[in-house]
């Protein structure tokens, strides 16, 4: 068998006919920058979403860089960041040029341990971001308590949690101001870079819209430094097609993750996801921790499996922060998850035989070592 670490084959070709008749219709619209197809996909994610707004933007990394900069957040400012995430969210608040406050994960749910952002929290404090990691939710109950308690902002990273609750809540709907990323491999991704923010709140709407475009709501006339950072009306065409899709998509994925538990169950040696009490999670990733990662990522690249490891250096680990003056050993828990973790593949399409393999060639490692 091959199975490739991501593939779209029960996503595109079923879509197909429907999204090249919408990329026809826009390759003769004669309109091909902030039209009908994105003023449509932005409501039809802020309705998806339950948020008022829903603003395109180029992609998630620029989402993010404008919910910090329509808050106003930037030199002096504290942001607090988990310490084991994609870089983006990182790059976000370096960006506005403010100072990044890492907090440790639960070193079972992954996600940014509530209990240990007080501790983290100062004068020059400004906001917090958590990220809906692997698409589980964060427990947002308690950081939007903490929130307000300190007057802080909240910005969620929602690029890997499209469709994922806390409680009855959507994520991407808690924050002052949040972004979403449509790179491909998300859960709701379009054919090249795309991203969205939204939020509840008219006034940073309208800033974000504007910040988006160049600082200008009526051509030629600029309010604020913007940069340009647009969806493409050929982007949200596509995405408007595949929204309508997401939710039986985020099923499917559900579904293999209880494959993989019930395949995976009785290895000792295995780390399963643990899901936190009220969250929910849409499986972006299905992540697994062992000791012998790197041995077992080549036992099975050999047996045809793809895997990947999200992610295998930590952000304050990378050469892009090393003037922060971390060494390793300083987050320990984000370090260790860098060190353990494995990425099954997880989509849409992969069938029961496929995660039967995947688990009997993890049984058969670990008979072996
Ligand atoms: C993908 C991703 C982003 C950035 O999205 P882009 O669209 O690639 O800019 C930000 N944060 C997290 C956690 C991501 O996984």
New binding site residues.
Partial sequence: MNIPFLSFKGMHPQLREEVVGCLTRFYDSNWYVLGNDVKQFEADYAAFNQTKHCIGV???????HIGLKVLGIGKGDEVIVPSN?????WL?PSYVGATIVPVEPDARTYNLDPTKIEAAITEKTKCIMP???YGQACQMDSIMDIARKHGLYVVE?N??AQGAKCGDQLTGSFGNIN?V???P??NLGALG???AITTDDDELAYKARVMRNYGSQIKYKNEMIGINSRLDEAHAGVLSIKLKYLNQWNEERKKIAGHYRSGLGSLEHVVLPYIAEEVDSVY?QFIIRIKKRDELMAFLKERGVGTLI?YPIPPHLQEAYQHLGYQPGDFPIAEEIAGTALSLPIYPGLIEEEITYICDLIHDFFEKH
């Fill in positions: 180029a992609n998630g990394l620029d989402a993010l995430t994609y870089i983006a969210t976000a990220v809906h990691l990273d690029a890997q972004g990323s449509f790179y491999g998300k870079d795309a991203g972006h999200h």
